[in-house]
T-cell receptor, first 111, second 114 residues
Framework: QKEVEQDPGPLSVPEGAIVSLNCTYS??????FMWYRQYSRKGPELLMY????GNKEDGRFTAQVDKSSKYISLFIRDSQPSDSATYLC???????????FGTGTSLTVIP | NAGVTQTPKFQVLKTGQSMTLQCAQD?????MSWYRQDPGMGLRLIHY???????DQGEVPNGYNVSRSTTEDFPLRLLSAAPSQTSVYFC?????????????FGPGTRLTVT
C-alpha cells in the first residue's frame, strides 16, 4: 500500500467554480501536510502547509486535514484559468526526513 | 537568495555514458533530496541527505550515486545511463529540525537517454 494516494484526474471545471482536491494517507504518524502546485514543465512550488489537524486558509485556497479519516483536502474558491496546473499532496512524519508525494491531480480551469 | 538551483536544464546521453546533475541551495537547509518524475508515477525519491557527509537511499536508488561534502551542494551521479533513466529530475531541500518541514524544489533537469 502506498503511503499516500491521490486521484490523478484529470479535472476540468469552468472559471469561478469551487475545486476540491483530495488525498488519503495510510500512517497516522504523519504530522505535516503540504500541497504543491506544478505548472507544465516547471518544478513543484509549495502552495499550502499544515501541521496536524484542522484548516488553513490563504486567499482563495483552503487546506483541510482530517486525521481521524487520514484524509487531506485542498479547496480552491473562485477558480481562475491561472490555477490550471497539477496539484500534488505531500506528507511527512515528525522527523521531517521522509516525504511522500501523491501522484498529482491535473486541473484545467476553462475560461 | 536563489533558492534551489539545478544544472543542466536539459541533457541527452547515450546508453552507457555517465554524468553528474548538479544541485545547490543557499538557504542553509540540512535536508536535500533527489526525485525523478515520470508520467503517472508522481515524484519518486532517489536519494536524500540530512547533512554533510550523511546520505541514504530512497525508493528508487539503483543506477544513481550521491555524496554530500558541503551543506550547499548535493550532486547526483548517473553511473552508466540507461533508457529507463529518461525522466525529469528534481532536487529539493528543507529544514530537518524546528519546523516547518516543507520542501523547496529546483526547476528540474530533463534527461533523455538514447
Amino acid at each position: 500500500q502506498k503511503e499516500v494516494e491521490q486521484d490523478p484526474g484529470p479535472l476540468s471545471v469552468p472559471e469561478g467554480a469551487i475545486v476540491s482536491l483530495n488525498c488519503t494517507y495510510s500512517n497516522s504518524a504523519f504530522q505535516y501536510f503540504m500541497w504543491y502546485r506544478q505548472y507544465s514543465r516547471k518544478g513543484p512550488e509549495l502552495l499550502m502547509y499544515t501541521y496536524s489537524s484542522g484548516n488553513k486558509e490563504d486567499g482563495r485556497f483552503t487546506a483541510q486535514v482530517d486525521k481521524s479519516s487520514k484524509y487531506i483536502s485542498l479547496f480552491i474558491r473562485d477558480s481562475q484559468p491561472s490555477d490550471s496546473a497539477t496539484y500534488l499532496c505531500a506528507i511527512a512524519a515528525n522527523t521531517g526526513n521522509q516525504f511522500y508525494f501523491g501522484t498529482g491531480t491535473s486541473l484545467t480551469v476553462i475560461p | 537568495n536563489a533558492g534551489v538551483t539545478q544544472t543542466p536544464k536539459f541533457q541527452v546521453l547515450k546508453t552507457g555514458q555517465s554524468m553528474t546533475l548538479q544541485c545547490a541551495q543557499d538557504m542553509n537547509h540540512e535536508y536535500m533530496s533527489w526525485y525523478r518524475q515520470d508520467p503517472g508515477m508522481g515524484l519518486r525519491l532517489i536519494h536524500y541527505s540530512v547533512g554533510a557527509g550523511i546520505t541514504d537511499q530512497g525508493e528508487v536508488p539503483n543506477g544513481y550515486n550521491v555524496s554530500r561534502s558541503t551543506t550547499e551542494d548535493f550532486p547526483l551521479r548517473l553511473l552508466s545511463a540507461a533508457p529507463s533513466q529518461t525522466s525529469v529530475y528534481f532536487c529539493a531541500s528543507s529544514r530537518t529540525w524546528g519546523g516547518p518541514y516543507e520542501q523547496y524544489f529546483g526547476p528540474g533537469t530533463r534527461l533523455t537517454v538514447t
